[in-house]
């Protein structure tokens, strides 16, 4: 018996120390694939650091803004966009989803997608954009958006 508990403990203790080593990789290319779930990540993080964030899938939450001229933001807050201080991300969305998503425009929304640090054009006030949206969705008892069934 005492010896069946030992080696139960060597390997509890092994798998540990496996699971605690990092993990290396010389000489070979990483793979492009996306992680299986988007890192969760904070307006003010986004807007504070966007590179540390270029090129990863993206879950975060704002106040999202969808003008007549496809012009598509995502504010830290409501008064970010009311009072136009450029606190927040450039969507870069398509015309289905500007369809899909426009009961959403000035609510609170979680959104889903790639991070790009910088932007340049008539939106270089702004800290980056998110692009390949793959989600938007009310956030918030406070938005009383109509669902369909």
């Known amino acids: 018996m005492n010896r069946f508990v030992g080696r139960i403990t060597s390997w509890l203790i092994a798998l540990v120390l496996a699971g605690a080593m990092p993990t290396f990789s010389i000489g070979r ?3 492009s694939s996306p992680p299986a779930q988007p ?29 007549p001229e496809r ?3 995502l504010y830290l807050h409501e008064e970010d966009y009311k009072y136009a201080l450029m606190n927040g991300m450039v ?6 989803q500007h369809k899909q998503f426009e009961k959403l425009n000035l609510k ?42």
């Not at 949206?133 to 369909?148: F, H, Q, S």
Request: overall charge negative.
């Open 29 to 31: 290319a990483q793979t």
């Open 39 to 67: 890192v969760v990540v904070s307006m003010i993080q986004l807007l504070s650091h966007p590179e540390k964030y270029e090129g990863r899938w993206v879950v975060t939450r704002g106040f999202l803004s969808m003008q």
């Open 71 to 73: 012009e598509y933001h």
């Open 91 to 96: 969507l870069r969305l398509t015309e289905a």
């Open 108 to 149: 609170y929304v979680l959104i889903e997608g790639t991070v790009h640090a910088g932007v340049g054009g008539h939106d270089e006030g702004y800290c980056g954009e998110i692009v390949d949206v793959t989600r938007i969705e009310a956030w918030g008892t406070w938005n009383k958006v109509p669902v369909k069934h």
